[in-house]
């Protein structure tokens, strides 16, 4: 049976780490993160996920500022919002909130971000930098792959990674992630051939399609880690009319099967807020180690 990566226990813990760095630039009256959230337009999803961010902003003590711009925000003043934001001092963190409306270019948007600011990492600068092995600010949510894996004390080295999806948001930046740790990255999707061979000799398998439990759980190699992404609404038959998340491997065979295995929900998930905090603080350390240089 797997051994359950709990991903709220160790989001938390990652928060009070910041929590207390944050504490003490209080005590000695240094400058706090500051994260700025753009929201373009009235979708109730992105709205929820807004709020969220500015809860952890508060919890973990950093200075936070919301941007609601309405549905039909011509794109050159999302962009000189964007530049208004870069040039403030206090602002270390730049999150615009996606999808954007579709008359807005969204690769025009996200390159008018400061790179140093770029706390979802999605600038072209940093996705240049994280594939040459570079320093730089990483998506949130495969950061927060790679922090669960690292704190669970998985080996990655000489281990076969099979990563199923191939998005710039999880897939890609991922596997650049897991070849720095010396992992055999291989990259599948919707044309893969053979997937239930490729996921059988899999030591890792990070799953990432978003479609609910489309990789069966027989498919998982003895001993595997499983990495489960996906975040699926499904019915609950449970409660008839409502709703459940489930991931994309489908949980319980699966976890008779491998050694780890992330839940859903409760693994992945809860990481991605955790790990846009850790850019933030990481991007204020940087932007003012860069001014004390100047």
């Known amino acids: ?3 359950i990566i709990d991903g709220i226990a160790i989001s938390q813990e990652i928060r009070d780490e910041i929590r207390r760095e944050v504490q003490g630039y209080s005590a000695r009256h240094e400058q706090i993160p500051g994260l700025a959230v753009i929201l373009v337009g009235d979708d109730p999803a992105s709205h929820v996920y807004v709020n969220q961010k500015r809860r952890a902003c508060e919890a973990v003590g950093f200075s936070s500022k919301e941007i609601k711009l309405p549905e039909a925000t011509e794109q050159v003043v999302l962009i000189n919002k964007i530049k208004e934001l870069n040039a403030m001092p206090h602002i270390h963190g730049i999150l615009l909130q996606l999808p954007l409306p579709k008359h807005i270019n ?3 948007a996200i390159e008018a971000i400061d790179p140093a600011k770029d706390v979802d990492g999605l600038h072209p600068v940093n996705v240049g930098r994280l594939n040459i092995g570079s320093d730089c600010l990483a998506p949130c949510t495969p950061l927060g792959v790679i922090e669960l894996i690292e704190r669970t004390g998985i080996e990655t080295e000489g281990k076969r990674a099979l990563i199923i999806g191939r ?3 999880v897939g890609k930046p991922l596997a650049m992630m897991l070849m720095k740790m010396n992992a055999t990255v291989t990259i ?3 044309k893969t051939a053979n997937l239930e061979e490729e996921v059988g000799r899999a030591d890792i398998v990070c799953a990432a399609i978003g479609k609910p439990q489309i990789i069966p759980g027989s498919w998982i190699k ?3 880690v499983v990495i489960d992404v996906g975040t699926n609404s499904v019915p609950n038959p449970d409660k008839p009319g ?3 998340l489930a991931g994309d491997v489908e949980f319980q065979t699966a976890s008779a099967r491998a050694s780890y295995i992330t839940p859903v929900p409760g693994g992945v998930g809860p990481m991605t807020i ?11 350390n940087s932007i003012l180690k860069l001014k004390m240089v100047k």
Do not use: I, V
């Open 1 to 3: 049976m797997a051994y």
């Open 106 to 108: 969204e690769s025009a």
């Open 167 to 169: 998005s710039n948001l």
């Open 188 to 190: 599948a999707h919707s």
């Open 222 to 224: 003895e001993g595997a």
């Open 242 to 244: 409502s709703s459940k």
């Open 274 to 284: 955790s790990m846009l905090l850790s850019n933030t603080l990481k991007a204020r």
